[in-house]
């Protein structure tokens, strides 16, 4: 099985009692070492076990994962690269249950495939084809393992599984119907071939983080989705350069672009098809082809996680970028809900939703979970972060109101709904601060202060040049970091800031909690704050505060620490914004010019308040978090281990980078597979104690 399973750190039995232990201490675990191995390694006095992976059926009547490349009836199974993840309890009776600590659903992303020149290769018998065309049968395989799970969960004489016959358990994939909401819902710039009417699309794809609503039903972020549709070589032309175009590029897709896997190559149905994002037809309003098609992707989607019946919705007032999670601020009775969001590619932002409907203590348990997020979701103010120097900050609303937005000269917005769509460009419009990718959020259930990974940025530069920017206060690092003898310029090892909530809705305070870097790195502009060989990380990631314990866990997807150590998980005790004073990061330019920034910093962590509790196997990505209401399990998710094989060696187990899990004891064949591990304490604590 997996590493640390044996006895307590302390030893079982043989505690000394003159030296009683105070009440059990969070982090009291002795920390986990960085690690190269093809293991997940947690503390001693733990057990991780392996839940739920690739492949694993979720109905009855699909056989076993055979993991040679040649299963198929993914709608019926595991996706790929589990990501996000929310608990949802269930009573004994199957229905939602808030209390419920033994039985449950998770709801969990299926983000993306382990992919080499267009081919999911592990996921096709001979790794697949990797020239265009794609064969029919492995376009509709890798279609089916992008998109949502929902699956059963219980615990039984001890031991947690997933419950592969539930009648509760269901997938989201990226041809699934789903109905647009919204203020963008019947817009001229959503009408497809599919949907004439713009009110449908299909799919939820590249699912990244998550959230959970205050009704009860689970929101799934889509981050990455543009890479998967292609733009003819003269297509700016065909759409007689219309706005369209302007749009199309800001959100990464030129003409000309490739998708990442030439789905649109299977064949002649609209399934396939659909990914061509250009304009083939003769419409004046796009309703004969896909020149759309692109405007239906790349929202916050709400899932009634407890009734597979009811349809999925795209909530496009939340606004259209690269989705990460969406974390609510407290509810109060009689006040607007706040959701945060970022959006995660270089030098973009962090947004805010503010809801029109205030909050009812009469929606937390509704019969109709939908109808509730009809009523808070289609309707509100969406702002964009402004950082200043001075550690104040303000939300500026994206709206027709606002002059920067309706007198934008790079893009002429109409309405609304253009906003929702448009997002970006609205944010551009008002100047809102580039960050150093935005990744998840979190909100700390003890002060409402709200968390932002920001996980790196090759960008940022000290002597800019073409697309690169100089560090600001909220984004202060510019530096080289060696990787081996290659080397790594920006912001390689990300940072997390966290933003107070100022007397009005537009204004907030902030500082930078956490810097990830090395520790032996340079303490006044790369290791500011001052790591230890137990808490030092790179590139994080998922991010989630635990109810129970307030444990702010945080997760990384790295590459640049990916030399000494796998990616790891971090449980940390903060404090809150502005209790570390000030730092000044002092730097010299080229022509021998200085730079100071002075950015207000997080107090520094101890080995009390940060601690690694958790490092996974080759090649994988540590993501998505979801606990128990008692917090005595979480379940966390092990994103694509084994990335780094080469697709020529697909038929060659010893050259696989990672055998995990099967090298843990779970599951047939020895293909690397993305899975969800269960982690309990031996002695029945609080996890993180
Ligand atoms: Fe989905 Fe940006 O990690
Ligand atoms: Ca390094
Ligand atoms: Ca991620
Ligand atoms: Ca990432």
Same mark, same amino acid.
């Given at each position: 099985?997996?590493?640390?399973?044996?006895?307590?750190?302390?030893?079982?039995?043989?505690?000394?009692?003159?030296?009683?232990?105070?009440?059990?201490?969070?982090?009291?675990?002795?920390?986990?070492?960085?690690?190269?191995?093809?293991?997940?390694?947690?503390?001693?006095?733990?057990?991780?076990?392996?839940?739920?992976?690739?492949?694993?059926?979720?109905?009855? /009547?699909?056989?076993? !994962?055979?993991?040679?490349?040649?299963?198929?009836?993914?709608?019926? *199974?595991?996706?790929?690269?589990?990501?996000?993840?929310?608990?949802?309890?269930?009573?004994?009776?199957?229905?939602?249950?808030?209390?419920?600590?033994?039985?449950?659903?998770?709801?969990? &992303?299926?983000?993306?495939?382990?992919?080499?020149?267009?081919?999911?290769?592990?996921?096709?018998?001979?790794?697949?084809?990797?020239?265009?065309?794609?064969?029919?049968?492995?376009?509709?395989?890798?279609?089916?393992?992008?998109?949502?799970?929902? %699956?059963?969960?219980?615990?039984?004489?001890?031991?947690?599984?997933?419950?592969?016959?539930?009648?509760?358990?269901?997938?989201?994939?990226?041809?699934?119907?789903?109905?647009?909401?919204?203020?963008?819902?019947?817009?001229?710039?959503?009408?497809?071939?599919?949907?004439?009417?713009?009110?449908?699309?299909?799919?939820?794809? &590249?699912?990244?983080?998550?959230?959970?609503?205050?009704?009860?039903?689970?929101?799934?972020?889509?981050?990455?989705?543009?890479?998967?549709?292609?733009?003819?070589?003269?297509?700016?032309?065909?759409?007689?350069?219309?706005?369209?175009?302007?749009?199309?590029?800001?959100?990464?897709?030129?003409?000309?672009?490739?998708?990442?896997?030439?789905?649109?190559?299977?064949?002649?149905?609209?399934?396939?098809?659909?990914?061509?994002?250009?304009?083939?037809?003769?419409?004046?309003?796009?309703?004969?082809?896909?020149?759309?098609?692109?405007?239906?992707?790349?929202?916050?989607?709400?899932?009634?996680?407890?009734?597979?019946?009811?349809?999925?919705?795209?909530?496009?007032?939340?606004?259209?970028?690269?989705?990460?999670?969406?974390?609510?601020?407290?509810?109060?009775?009689?006040?607007?809900?706040?959701?945060?969001?970022?959006?995660?590619?270089?030098?973009?932002?962090?947004?805010?939703?503010?809801?029109?409907?205030?909050?009812?203590?009469?929606?937390?348990?509704?019969?109709?979970?939908?109808?509730?997020?009809?009523?808070?979701?289609?309707?509100?103010?969406?702002?964009?972060?402004?950082?200043?120097?001075?550690?104040?900050?303000?939300?500026?609303?994206?709206?027709?109101?606002?002059?920067?937005?309706?007198?934008?000269?790079?893009?002429?917005?109409?309405?609304?709904?253009?906003?929702?769509?448009?997002?970006?460009?609205?944010?551009?419009?008002?100047?809102?601060?580039?960050?150093?990718?935005?990744?998840?959020?979190?909100?700390?259930?003890?002060?409402?202060?709200?968390?932002?990974?920001?996980?790196?940025?090759?960008?940022?530069?000290?002597?800019?040049?073409?697309?690169?920017?100089?560090?600001?206060?909220?984004?202060?690092?510019? !530096?080289?970091?060696?990787?081996?003898?290659?080397?790594?310029?920006?912001?390689?090892?990300?940072?997390?800031?966290?933003?107070?909530?100022?007397?009005?809705?537009?204004?907030?305070?902030?500082?930078?909690?956490?810097?990830?870097?090395?520790?032996?790195?340079?303490?006044?502009?790369? &290791? %500011?704050?001052?790591?230890?060989?137990?808490?030092?990380?790179?590139?994080?990631?998922?991010?989630?505060?635990?109810?129970?314990?307030?444990?702010?866990?945080?997760?990384?997807?790295?590459?640049?620490?990916?030399?000494?150590?796998?990616?790891?998980?971090?449980?940390?005790?903060?404090?809150?914004?502005?209790?570390?004073?000030?730092?000044?990061?002092?730097?010299?330019?080229?022509?021998?010019?200085?730079?100071?920034?002075?950015?207000?910093?997080?107090?520094?962590?101890?080995?009390?308040?940060?601690?690694?509790?958790?490092?996974?196997?080759?090649?994988?990505?540590?993501?998505?978090?979801?606990?128990?209401?008692?917090?005595?399990? %979480?379940?966390?998710?092990?994103?694509?281990?084994?990335?780094?094989?080469?697709?020529?060696?697909?038929?060659?187990?010893?050259?696989?980078? /990672?055998?995990?899990?099967?090298?843990?004891?779970?599951?047939?064949?020895? *293909?690397?597979?993305?899975?969800?591990?269960?982690?309990?304490? &031996?002695?029945?604590?609080?996890?993180?104690?």
């Amino acid at each position: 099985m997996l590493t640390g399973c044996g006895p307590t750190a302390r030893g079982a039995g043989v505690e000394d009692n003159s030296t009683p232990p105070s009440k059990p201490e969070l982090l009291s675990y002795n920390p986990v070492a960085k690690s190269l191995a093809d293991v997940v390694s947690i503390p001693a006095g733990y057990t991780a076990s392996v839940l739920f992976a690739l492949g694993d059926p979720i109905s009855a /009547s699909v056989p076993a !994962y055979k993991n040679d490349g040649t299963d198929g009836d993914f709608e019926q *199974r595991a996706g790929d690269h589990h990501d996000g993840m929310e608990w949802f309890g269930l009573s004994a009776n199957g229905s939602r249950d808030d209390n419920a600590t033994e039985r449950g659903l998770l709801a969990m &992303n299926h983000e993306a495939t382990t992919d080499e020149k267009l081919s999911s290769f592990f996921l096709h018998a001979n790794g697949g084809t990797s020239t265009l065309p794609r064969p029919a049968a492995e376009v509709d395989k890798e279609t089916a393992i992008h998109g949502v799970a929902v %699956i059963e969960v219980a615990k039984s004489a001890g031991k947690w599984a997933y419950v592969p016959g539930s009648s509760q358990n269901f997938r989201l994939t990226a041809l699934s119907p789903i109905e647009i909401a919204g203020p963008a819902r019947g817009h001229a710039q959503l009408i497809t071939k599919y949907s004439p009417t713009g009110t449908m699309t299909r799919g939820t794809l &590249n699912n990244c983080g998550t959230g959970k609503t205050p009704w009860g039903t689970f929101l799934t972020g889509e981050e990455n989705w543009f890479g998967y549709f292609t733009r003819g070589a003269a297509d700016d032309a065909a759409r007689g350069n219309d706005k369209s175009v302007t749009s199309l590029k800001r959100y990464g897709r030129s003409q000309g672009a490739a998708s990442r896997h030439g789905w649109e190559t299977g064949g002649a149905d609209d399934k396939y098809q659909r990914w061509n994002n250009s304009k083939t037809g003769a419409s004046a309003n796009g309703s004969d082809d896909y020149r759309n098609e692109m405007n239906g992707m790349g929202y916050i989607v709400e899932i009634d996680a407890y009734d597979k019946t009811r349809m999925a919705k795209k909530r496009t007032a939340l606004g259209r970028f690269a989705h990460e999670s969406a974390a609510f601020g407290k509810a109060v009775v009689g006040q607007p809900l706040s959701i945060y969001m970022g959006d995660d590619s270089r030098g973009e932002y962090i947004y805010k939703f503010v809801t029109t409907a205030v909050w009812s203590a009469a929606d937390a348990n509704p019969t109709d979970r939908m109808a509730v997020g009809d009523k808070y979701l289609d309707s509100g103010k969406l702002y964009a972060a402004k950082f200043n120097a001075d550690g104040t900050g303000t939300w500026v609303e994206l709206a027709m109101t606002n002059t920067a937005v309706a007198g934008y000269a790079t893009y002429k917005f109409a309405d609304a709904a253009d906003i929702a769509i448009n997002t970006r460009l609205a944010a551009d419009a008002v100047g809102a601060t580039k960050m150093d990718r935005p990744e998840w959020n979190a909100v700390n259930p003890a002060n409402g202060e709200i968390y932002f990974t920001l996980t790196n940025n090759s960008n940022r530069s000290i002597d800019p040049t073409g697309s690169q920017y100089l560090p600001d206060a909220s984004n202060p690092r510019a !530096y080289t970091d060696m990787k081996g003898t290659s080397k790594q310029n920006g912001n390689p090892n990300g940072h997390l800031v966290r933003l107070k909530e100022g007397a009005s809705v537009s204004s907030f305070s902030w500082d930078v909690y956490l810097f990830g870097a090395e520790a032996g790195a340079d303490k006044s502009l790369v &290791n %500011i704050s001052a790591l230890t060989a137990d808490q030092d990380f790179s590139s994080p990631d998922g991010l989630v505060f635990s109810k129970a314990t307030g444990i702010c866990w945080i997760q990384t997807d790295d590459g640049a620490y990916t030399d000494v150590s796998n990616c790891m998980m971090l449980a940390a005790v903060p404090g809150q914004v502005g209790d570390g004073g000030k730092k000044t990061l002092s730097y010299t330019k080229a022509d021998g010019s200085k730079l100071d920034i002075v950015t207000p910093v997080g107090k520094a962590a101890t080995e009390s308040t940060l601690k690694r509790f958790l490092v996974g196997p080759k090649g994988s990505e540590i993501t998505g978090l979801a606990e128990t209401p008692d917090g005595k399990a %979480i379940f966390v998710n092990i994103q694509h281990p084994g990335e780094g094989t080469a697709m020529a060696n697909v038929g060659d187990a010893t050259k696989y980078q /990672s055998q995990w899990p099967s090298n843990a004891g779970y599951g047939a064949g020895k *293909r690397p597979r993305s899975a969800t591990i269960v982690i309990t304490k &031996n002695d029945g604590g609080k996890i993180g104690t």
